[in-house]
């Protein structure tokens, strides 16, 4: 299964919010407080345009499989970055997609000048989480900034 990895087009807009979607959908996410809801899901292309953020895609067979970036977080004065909408669908996991993604995110953040990384998942979770801890994200008992998604209720960061 050869994939690619690159950053998003206009035209991926539908595609990847429907991977962040019916993955939400799959694990019982599918809720207020999340990225489900939010109107920037629908518009990943043109939220991803503004300084310091990146939202790259994988796909597979010209289909569209998932998805990873990264963004200020919102309401945070501090040099912090946040992991976002990532990503993917079931038959993509478990092939180190997941590992190169998140490397290529962290690789920008650092370039970008971020000194710290955030997160939010759920402990439902768990296959994330792992992929998480194993490239140096940690446990926090608060959240950053004020991003909106309540529902969260894993909190991880990793600092430069």
Do not use: W
């Amino acid at each position: 299964m050869h994939h690619t990895i690159r950053k998003i087009k206009p035209e991926d807009n539908v595609a990847i919010a429907r991977v962040i979607r019916s993955t939400l959908e799959e694990l019982g996410c599918a809720m207020e407080g999340t990225v489900y809801t939010d109107t920037t899901t629908d518009h990943l292309f043109e939220y991803y345009q503004l300084p310091r953020r990146i939202y790259y895609v994988v796909e597979l067979n010209g289909e569209i499989i998932g998805g990873s970036g990264i963004g200020p977080i919102e309401n945070s004065d501090e040099n912090y970055c946040e992991l976002q909408k990532m990503y993917l669908l079931p038959e993509s996991r478990g092939l180190g997609i997941g590992a190169e993604l998140m490397q290529l995110c962290l690789d920008f953040a650092k370039e970008a000048g971020y000194e710290l990384v955030y997160l939010e998942t759920f402990d439902s979770m768990t296959a994330a989480q792992k992929l998480y801890k194993r490239s140096g994200f940690e446990y926090l008992d608060h959240a950053l900034g004020n991003t909106g998604h309540f529902s969260c209720n894993v909190k991880m960061a990793l600092k430069f």
